[in-house]
C-alpha cells in the first residue's frame, strides 16, 4: 500500500465534507419558515372585520403588523428566529403565543377570541 497518498486522500475527503455540508447549510437557510392561521369569534365561529396580527422578534429587529383576511385566515413567511405572537381586536381578549420558528417549517396557530365583557364600555 502507497502510504504517501494518504494524506492526499484524507485533505480530498475533508474538502469533499466541507463542500457539502455548506451547501447543505445554504439550502437550509434559504427556506424560509411559514407561519399561519385563522382567527374567529369563539361565540359563533364567525369572522372579523378587522384582526390584527403582531409579530415581534425576540432576538431580532423583525416586528410585522399584518391583518386577517375576511375569511380570517392570515399567513405570514418568516425567517428563523424567536418570536411573540399577539393577536386582537377591539371588544376581544388578545391572545399571545411565543414560538421557535426553524427553517423550512410551517406553524399553525388558529384561535377563537373571546368577548372581554369585564373591559367593554356600556
Known amino acids: ?4 497518498i494518504l494524506p492526499r486522500l484524507a485533505m480530498l475527503f475533508a474538502l469533499m ?3 457539502f455540508n455548506t451547501s447543505l447549510a445554504q439550502q437550509v437557510k434559504s427556506e424560509p419558515a411559514s407561519l399561519k392561521g385563522t ?3 369563539a361565540i359563533d365561529g364567525s369572522t372579523f372585520k378587522d384582526v390584527r396580527i403582531w409579530i415581534m422578534g425576540e432576538f431580532s429587529d423583525t416586528s410585522l403588523e399584518i391583518h386577517a ?4 385566515h392570515y399567513e405570514v ?4 428566529g424567536y418570536y411573540f405572537i399577539l393577536i386582537g381586536t377591539g371588544g376581544y381578549i388578545p ?3 411565543s414560538i421557535w ?3 423550512g417549517q410551517t406553524i399553525v396557530f388558529s384561535v377563537r377570541l373571546s368577548p372581554d365583557h369585564e373591559n367593554m364600555i356600556d
Do not use: A, S
Not at 383576511?69 to 380570517?72: I, R, S
Open 1 to 4: 500500500m502507497n502510504f504517501k
Open 17 to 19: 465534507l466541507m463542500t
Open 39 to 41: 382567527v374567529l369569534n
Open 69 to 72: 383576511d375576511k375569511t380570517g
Open 77 to 80: 413567511q418568516l425567517p428563523e
Open 95 to 97: 391572545v399571545c403565543k
Open 101 to 103: 420558528v426553524l427553517p
